[in-house]
C-alpha cells in the first residue's frame, strides 16, 4: 500500500509501539542494549550504531522524500560531512557558487586541506555543469532554491548531465522542503536537509539528514555514520518527528503568507527589489513552477537606503526579531552583509547582488495582516527617523 504524503508524515516509520500501544514512538533515553547471547546479532546494541527513536526518524524522512533509506545527523553541517567522507583525496566536487555559508566553509576550509578538489560555478546555467565535470568529479552539489538571493537551478538537467558522466547528484532540499519539491523523483541520487530549519520547524532542535536509493552509497554513509559518530540524540529525534507531523501544514501557511508579504512589499515604496520565486517578475518563475509545487516562504527584500535604514527599521520591527536561522514557525529578519555574508568580501558581495539594503525573510505562520502592518508600520517610523537625522546633520 502506497500513501501519500500526508499520511506518511504521520505513520511513516512510526507504527504504535509494540510493547505498550503508544502511539507516539517512545523516546528510548538510553546508550546501550543488553544482549541475550555471545557474538548475536542482536538489533540494537549501541545509540551510536542505532536508536529506536532515530530509526523512526531516519524511516520517516526516507519516506518523505520518496527514498529508499535516511540517515539522521546531529546538525545539518555533520550531514554535510558524512557525505564527504565518502570521498577520498584527489576527488572532485562541482557545486553551486550560490552556497549555503557553511558548506562553503566545510569545503574550502577543512575538505581542500584533505586533498578534495571544488569547483564552484554557476548552476543556473546547465552548461557550466557540463564544463566543470571531470574525469575526477565524484559528486555534483546543487543547493535550489539558493541562500539568499532564491536562484533556482534545473534539477533534472543537471542531474541528468551528472549521471550521464557517472557523477553521483547531491540536492540540499533545506529551503524547498520535501512538501514543495522532490530531488530524487527528479533525477538526484541524494537528497541533505539541515532538519534545524522547516522539518523541524519550531527553532528548538539542531538536526540533519541524507536520504537515498542508492544501496551501496546507503552503506558507505551508513559506515561513516557510525565510524565518525555525529548522531542526534533520542530528544532531537523526538522533536523532529514531532515536527514533521505538522511539515505540510506548516509550509502550506508559510508559503501563503509569504506570497502575499512578496506582493505587498513589491508595490511598497520604500522597497527596491523583491526576490521570490512565487513572483512572475523572478527571472526563473517558470522554472519554479515546473520543478516545485510551492516557492517556499523564504522572501529577500532590498530597501533603500543602506545599513542605517536597516539598523533603524529593526529597531522599530515587533514581530520580526533579528536572528539567523530560517523555516520556524516565527518570522525572522536576517541581514545577510553582516550576518551569514560577513566572511564575504564587500566587492564580492556587491558583485553577486547581496547588497548592505538586501534584508532576507524567514516567513513564519503568524497572521500575515500582522506581520505586514509591523513591517509597513516600522518603514514608516524609520523613514521618519532619517528624515529627522538628515534634518539633525544640516
Ligand atoms: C542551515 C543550513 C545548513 C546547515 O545546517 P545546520 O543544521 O545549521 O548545521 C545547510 N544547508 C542549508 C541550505 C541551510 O540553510
Redesign the pocket.
Known sequence: MSYRFDTLAIHAGQPNDALTGAVVTPIYQTTTYAQNELGGQPDWCYSRTGNPGRAALEASLAALEGGGHGLAFA???AA?NALLQTLSAGDHVVASQDL?G??YRIFTKIFARFGVKFSLIDTTDVRNVARAITGATRLLWL?TPS?PLLRLTDIEACCAIARQRGVRSVV?N??ATPVHQQPLALGADIVLH?T??YIGGHCDV???ALITSDDDLYADLKFVQNATGAVPGPQDCFLLLRGIKTLSLRVERHAANAQRLAEHLAAHPAVTRVIYPGLPSHPQHDLAKRQAAGFGAIVSVEFEGGVERIRSLIGQLRLWPLAES?GGVKSLLCHPATMTHAAVEPAERQRIGIGDGLVRLSVGIEDVRDLIEDLDAALERSAAAALRGREVRA
Request: proline fraction near 0%.
Open positions: 546538525s545539518g553541517l554535510v549555503y557553511g558548506c543547493e541562500n540540499d533545506t529551503f539541515s534545524t530549519k539542531l538536526g540533519g530560517l
